[in-house]
């Protein structure tokens, strides 16, 4: 990785169960050296992508990446135009709805919603990063979007998180062949022991994916009849989806989705 991006990269460590995080804290999880985790972490401050608190001398995210959110979300919103659309969902399926974009070779989650309706929930923290050949919303991505893109993520590394991640790059291939087909994705304890979840594209207005949306369930609640209703409400959704960002599902990803159910 270049400088920029090693320190860029100090920004992915933050979640919402550790908002702030000390020097010291940041050379283990960086594992670099003191002195330069040290000159990234004052540049960034500098720039305002950082805020140092004055008296636990810990780092928290700064002014600027709310800034810098502000345009986004006005030049290309995503989070307030789909926000109800989300939660409307997850009313209807009962279970636990999100959407993710791309980043690198990695998704990004961008909002979720869960009815709470069972006892038993789906715990997601948007701030955790998804990997693509580990999670439903990852093959959806690959299933649908750029052929570059899924022969770089399948040339590895693959990382196991699960006895069932799926590391082999021709079963992946496989598998993906069955989910372009589909239409959308499925994948069961592939990231997570306790999870199954359905995944399919978000069209934007070139035709391409932008983005993905998900439904995920605990595993003991994945019946067949649970399966079924998630797809049907998966493909009505991400059609109304792409549409209220401005784009519309391709004639050839519609017409295998008719001829498959």
């Not at 869960?114 to 929930?121: V, W």
């Not at 998900?214 to 079924?228: G, L, M, Y």
């Not at 493909?235 to 989705?257: D, E, F, I, N």
């Amino acid at each position: 990785m270049g400088t920029i991006t090693k320190a860029l990269d100090l920004l992915t460590f933050f979640s919402v169960r550790r908002p702030e995080i000390g020097l010291s804290e940041f050379v283990r999880l960086a594992s670099r050296d003191k002195a330069t985790v040290h000159r990234y972490l004052t540049e960034l401050a500098e720039c305002g992508f950082l805020e140092q608190n004055s008296k636990s001398r810990g780092y928290r995210l700064g002014p600027a990446i709310l800034r810098l959110y502000g345009v986004r979300e006005a030049t290309s919103p995503l989070r307030s135009v789909l926000r109800d659309l989300v939660s409307e969902m997850a009313d209807e399926i009962g279970e636990l709805v999100h959407v993710s974009i791309l980043q690198g070779s990695q998704l990004s989650p961008v909002l979720h919603a869960d009815p709470r309706q069972h006892g038993t929930q789906v715990a997601f923290d948007e701030s955790v990063m998804l990997p693509l050949h580990a999670t439903a919303s990852g093959l959806a991505i690959l299933s649908f979007g750029p052929q570059s893109l899924r022969e770089r993520v399948l040339k590895g590394p693959l990382e196991r998180f699960t006895s069932a991640t799926m590391t082999d790059p021709d079963a992946l291939r496989a598998r993906i062949a069955v989910f372009r087909d589909r239409g959308i994705a499925w994948l069961e304890q592939g990231f997570d022991d306790e999870v199954a979840s359905q995944a399919g594209p978000i069209f934007g207005p070139e035709g391409d994916v932008i983005g993905v949306v998900a439904i995920a369930v605990p595993t003991a609640r994945a019946s067949d009849e649970k399966c079924a209703g998630m797809s049907e409400v998966l493909h009505k959704w991400m059609s109304r989806m792409s549409h209220a960002v401005g784009g519309t599902l391709p004639a050839s990803y519609v017409q295998k989705a008719d001829a498959n159910g």
